[in-house]
């Protein structure tokens, strides 16, 4: 069955580092798109970043030039660095498969926060 782990997170100051990574097993990783999705309290959850099978990229306005997905298919592991990191980046992040549709079966997620 299809497992992603989200792992990285932590208390973080503002204008610091965190590299997030992302797991994930039960199925054919290098055929598969990826995508950072973040759920602040109270709010909807967002897709942040997303990476195609082939390498390709987006991103949320709010988060462009700050934060890099990448991935490895050695590892099948996605990772999400996330530079000069704002208040307003600390929500929980989560990874899952974003076309067609997400899984409903979210795993636990990783929760990033970010102090001033």
């Known amino acids: 069955q299809v497992e992603l782990v989200e792992s990285g997170g932590g208390l973080v100051q503002a204008g610091g580092s965190l590299r997030l990574s992302c797991a994930a097993s039960g199925l054919t990783f290098s055929d598969r798109a990826f995508g950072w999705y973040r759920q602040a309290s109270g709010k909807q959850r967002e897709l942040v970043a997303a990476?195609?099978?082939?390498?390709?990229?987006e991103y949320a306005v709010s988060v462009k030039g700050r934060f890099t997905i990448s991935r490895d298919n050695a590892k099948n592991t996605v990772y999400l660095q996330m530079n000069s990191l704002k208040p307003e980046d600390t929500a929980v992040y989560y990874c899952?498969?974003?076309?067609?549709?997400?899984?409903?079966?979210w795993g636990k997620g990783t929760l990033v926060t970010v102090s001033s």
């Open positions: 990476i195609s099978s082939g390498g390709s990229t």
């Open positions: 899952n498969v974003p076309s067609p549709y997400p899984m409903d079966d």
